[in-house]
């Protein structure tokens, strides 16, 4: 059983979040004002289509154009079960030529058949060849009376600009835990589905990023996984997060300046069947939760170490994880780049160290810069970090970091760099 279709809300109330877009849909619907082209960006799995569907219904519902679709007339359940003749969903990714396009501005010449609208929904609007895109402009130019477009996708950049400007865009967002771990609640109860504790719902949700139908397919996983009642243990294994506490352990021995039991760590990740991609992405969620804490946005198992971290320090943890993430990428062997990058941060000795991080976002230090005695080291960390920027363009390749590595080293001899 697909439970993420299952659960698809069939009303606008039934829309987790989203509020901004559900509330101008209605608004829409409820004062006759309906637009030729709209937009819906946004991430996997967050509600795209699900709206597309529900706008689609409250043009075309027994009841009348209206911003409370019944679900259960004709045209309501055959828009749900995708079958309805006026609303036709398109695959972008699969239609991406123009004949397809021209086929579909044939077909909205013709009236609607059994609503008061026709609505084509193109999903993955941005894979559309330029051509097709062109075509489909000239639609928008000259809508035909009664037909309303849709277009769904992830990734809007690569949505022509004029086709973007010809409609009403709404964005939408990721949702947050707290409302994924309710619909989970939600959708467990009603399918009896047991679990250990909250945590593992927690947990799902913390995989998931953001993402409805990725939580409630991961929900559904660790069930028959599970066989029974979700364990915390089974949902651990099936996400690949690693628990939040050895990340504690880990920034408590960045402080400590504790080396040789960080590698020892890593070596455990790793024996204990984690990927090394696991690690660096839970790391990633664990940086975070120290940022939140530091700057008091909230209160989580960081919130004890993050006073103990400088704001430079955070800011160089976040940029050895983004040199962490290209290695893990690019190299046959990242298991000593792990150990290389986690090296580096314990072993921030001086707030030099972190001009690199400085660069990298941007800003500058005036009071460093103005340091005379450490003018050499900067210009060798400004070095590195140009070979640090040629690793994100993807030009490196392990000469580059050992030449970077070097580079550091060269600093040690010198007697006053950070390593
Ligand atoms: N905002 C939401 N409220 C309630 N359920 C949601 C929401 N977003 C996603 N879901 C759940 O996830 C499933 C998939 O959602 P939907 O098809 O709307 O995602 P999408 O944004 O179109 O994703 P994609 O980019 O992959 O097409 C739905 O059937 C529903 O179970
Ligand atoms: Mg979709
Ligand atoms: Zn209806």
């Known amino acids: 059983m697909n439970l993420a279709l299952k659960y698809r809300p069939k009303t606008f109330s039934d829309v987790v979040n989203q509020k901004h877009v559900v509330v101008t849909l209605q608004n829409a619907l409820k004062t006759l004002n309906i637009g030729n082209a709209y937009m819906l960006t946004g991430p996997r799995g967050i509600g795209k289509t699900t709206l597309a569907r529900l706008f ?21 359940r055959e828009i749900d079960e995708s079958r309805n003749v006026d609303v036709l969903e398109i695959d972008g990714a699969s239609n991406r030529g123009i004949d397809q396009i021209r086929e579909l501005r044939e077909n909205v010449r ?12 193109i999903d993955e609007v941005h894979m559309l060849t330029t051509e097709a895109f062109n075509a489909l402009l000239k639609t928008l130019e000259e809508p035909p ?33 707290h409302h994924i771990i309710e619909r989970l609640k939600k959708i467990a109860n009603l399918e009896n589905i047991g679990y250990e504790s909250d945590d593992v719902l927690d947990l799902i949700a913390e995989a998931s990023t953001g993402g409805l139908r990725d939580a409630i397919s991961l929900l559904e996983q660790a ?22 506490e050895i990340y504690y352990e880990i920034l408590s021995l960045i402080l400590e300046k504790n080396s040789k039991e960080i590698v020892e760590i890593i070596e455990k990740v790793v024996a204990y069947g984690y990927s090394l991609e696991d690690f660096h992405k839970s790391f990633v969620r664990a ?20 006073s103990k971290f400088t704001e430079y320090q955070i800011l160089f943890l976040l940029r050895v994880l983004k040199d962490m ?3 893990l990428k690019g190299l046959s062997n990242p298991k000593i780049f792990v150990d290389f990058h986690l090296l ?69 001899e010198d007697g006053d760099g950070p390593f």
Do not use: W
């Open 287 to 306: 940086a975070e939760s120290l940022l939140k804490a530091h700057y008091r946005i909230e209160n989580n198992l960081f919130s004890p170490l993050a």
């Open 110 to 121: 013709f009236t609607p058949l059994k609503g008061r609208y026709k609505v084509i929904i």
């Open 344 to 412: 580096r941060l314990s072993k921030i000795e001086s707030e030099l160290e972190l001009l690199p991080t400085v660069n990298f976002i941007n800003s500058s230090t005036p009071q460093l810069n103005n340091n005379n005695g450490s003018q050499k080291i900067a210009r060798g960390l400004s070095e590195a970090s140009q070979l640090e920027s040629n690793t994100a363009n993807g030009e490196s390749n392990s000469k580059d970091i050992r030449q970077y590595m070097i580079e550091k080293l060269k600093l040690k």
């Open 145 to 177: 009376k009664n037909v309303v477009f849709i277009f769904a996708t992830t990734e809007p950049n690569k949505v022509l600009d004029t086709v973007k400007s010809r409609t009403l865009r709404f964005d939408l967002r990721p949702l947050e835990k």
């Open 56 to 76: 689609a219904k409250g043009l075309n519902c027994e009841k009348g154009v209206t911003e409370d679709p019944c679900g259960v007339c004709e045209n309501c």
């Open 325 to 327: 993430e290209l290695d």
């Open 223 to 244: 069930y028959i996984y599970s066989q029974g009642t979700i364990t915390l243990e089974k949902a651990k294994e099936l996400t690949g997060i690693l628990p939040q």
